[in-house]
């Protein structure tokens, strides 16, 4: 096999081998001293090891050993129910404190994490304070570590947790790695050691052919990966934002006031950079980073793109000062980052005559404003659907989002409304007596009230969508109640309306003698649908 082109970019991958004990140990205020603990679960009709610690390992005992067996070697084991959607919290949270590094972070579960450190390494001081750094962050935080750099996050992966002998460099560490560092089924890798292929380096002294014809082409496809003969990129659990600022300090700061001061050159430097691009900010994230490696992030966002830093700074201090949860600094933050994720075009503000501002602006502020204090779904708008069922063409979105999926359509000057302004939701029963069953309304009984039709408009057929909603509700048109048979406490219960198929609506606008018009529709098409249609008041018109 050819040797690999140098790498041209880095890698840092993170290994923690004893993940759910630290996360245990932190969680709980540590454990006895001198106490083996495992971490068990059900598999396969037995309680089986899933998860150890350092001394359990010192100990002989290894995953997938049964319980009953790993007591019998010690007694004195703990045994803890392992809790796998808790240590992949805990990964998470880890992975927030990595991105104060590079914000190129991949999780690789279940116990690591990998960072592409390309043009990052440099601002710690290089790969070796780097590596010191993260080492004191981890040592902080009880979480024992193994770490590796390599040019392909593959090789970064296997260096961390299959590497044992050091070598000359970072080729030849890999040429070295078990087998095992490929992460195949236990058979194939069985396979291969009776064939005498231990390591890396065997496999890639073999031609490539033979052994993808026997083994596969996905073992062939790892190797490479590897040996850095096919470049290969880590997948970052965030996108990376365009514009990122932040400020670093020796000494940590514990204040929130500082914290605010900091905000404040932060977004103004941003503004600078957003007026230069013509664009505005939609969205903005400040992520506080403790000194202990704990994040709190913060986020707001705007109704129009803004890079005014007087409106932006006014929001985070009010988003600060509503939280729930309130920052704690601990023993302070040395590391304050603010991001743009989303932006979107904008010119310069277009003034009136009379030198104010367009009152858009002012609407927009007032929303964000109050988004922020109370939260984004509190404060709420109308937007239209794109549907032809009235009763579910309008719903609601939060205010802080500017764009209609679907625009409102402009009635003809001069038109009556099509759409009544008053809409019954779910429709209302009526009893309606016409000519002939297909035909238009003669009189209607509504709220024991009966209605003389002297005017109509229609029929306005809607189909029913079949594709998007197979059944509806709409109330039964006898009437709304059903009685409770109870003795002395017959009354009237009201049952939410019964689903019923889609069917054909006519909708008519009539006007009774006074002069009241009305949005009645029949529901089914006579004998084709249905043989008793039934009709219904969906609307009242001004």
Not at 118 to 132: F, I, R, S, V
Not at 280 to 303: C, H
Not at 499 to 520: C, I, K, N, Q, S
Request: hydrophobic share 40%.
């Amino acid at each position: 096999m050819t040797e690999p082109a140098l790498a041209t970019r880095r890698y840092l991958a993170l290994w923690f081998p004893q993940l759910p004990a630290d996360r245990w140990c932190r969680t709980h205020g540590g454990k006895p001293a001198d106490t083996p603990t495992v971490f068990v679960e059900k598999h396969g009709g037995a309680v089986r090891i899933a998860a150890l610690d350092a001394q359990a390992q010192r100990l002989g005992l290894a995953p997938g050993l049964t319980l009953a067996d790993a007591r019998a070697r010690i007694p004195e084991l703990v045994a803890i129910e392992y809790d796998p959607h808790a240590d992949r919290l805990w990964l998470e949270r880890i992975a927030d404190g990595c991105d104060r590094w590079t914000p190129m972070v991949e999780l690789d579960p279940p116990d690591g994490i990998t960072l592409d450190i390309t043009g990052c390494a440099h601002l710690a001081g290089g790969e070796a304070a780097l590596a010191l750094e993260i080492e004191r962050c981890c040592a902080a935080a009880g979480l024992g570590l193994r770490h590796a750099f390599a040019g392909t996050p593959e090789a970064a992966q296997a260096l961390a947790r299959f590497q044992t002998v050091p070598a000359a460099d970072e080729r030849q560490a890999v040429r070295r790695l078990s087998i095992a560092a490929l992460r195949l089924e236990e058979e194939t890798e069985r396979a291969l050691r009776y064939a005498g292929l231990k390591t890396l380096g065997d496999l890639a002294a073999r031609p490539s052919a033979p052994l993808a014809a026997r083994f596969g082409t996905e073992m062939m496809a790892r190797l490479d990966r590897l040996l850095g003969h096919t470049d290969s990129r880590i997948s970052p659990r965030r996108a990376p934002p365009v514009l990122i600022f932040e400020r670093r300090f020796a000494e940590p700061i514990a204040r929130i006031e500082d914290v605010l001061a900091v905000l404040d050159g932060l977004v103004g430097e941003a503004a600078g950079m957003l007026e230069e691009r013509h664009e505005g900010g939609r969205q903005f994230v400040a992520r506080l980073y403790r000194s202990d490696g704990a994040v709190r992030e913060i986020m707001i966002e705007t109704g129009q793109p803004t890079r005014d830093p007087a409106i932006t700074g006014r929001l985070f201090r009010e988003r600060i000062d509503t939280l729930a949860d309130p920052i704690d600094p601990g023993f302070g933050f040395d590391l304050v980052r603010l991001a743009v994720p989303t932006t979107e075009p904008l010119g310069s503000l277009q003034l009136g005559l009379e030198g104010g501002g367009i009152s858009e602006e002012a609407m927009a502020a007032l929303i964000d404003r109050l988004s922020s204090r109370l939260g984004r779904d509190r404060i709420r708008r109308f937007a239209r659907r794109d549907t032809h069922v009235p009763e579910q063409q309008a719903f609601t979105l939060p205010a802080v989002e500017r764009s209609d999926p679907v625009p409102w359509p402009v009635p003809p000057r001069g038109e009556p409304p099509l759409r009544p302004l008053h809409l019954f939701d779910p429709p209302q029963p009526v009893e309606v007596l016409a000519e002939v069953p297909d035909g238009p309304p003669r009189s209607f009984r509504w709220r024991s009230t009966l209605h003389e039709v002297k005017r109509f408009e229609g029929p306005e057929r809607i189909a029913g969508e079949w594709w998007r909603v197979p059944i509806e509700r709409l109330p039964e048109p006898e009437a709304g109640v059903v009685r409770k048979r109870a003795g002395k406490d017959e009354g009237e219960k009201h049952l939410p309306p019964p689903r019923r198929p889609l069917l054909t609506r006519d909708y008519f606008r009539v006007e009774d003698a006074r002069g009241r018009r009305f949005w009645l529709f029949r529901h089914g098409l006579y004998e084709r649908e249905t043989g008793n249609p039934a009709w219904y008041i969906h609307g009242l018109f001004a």
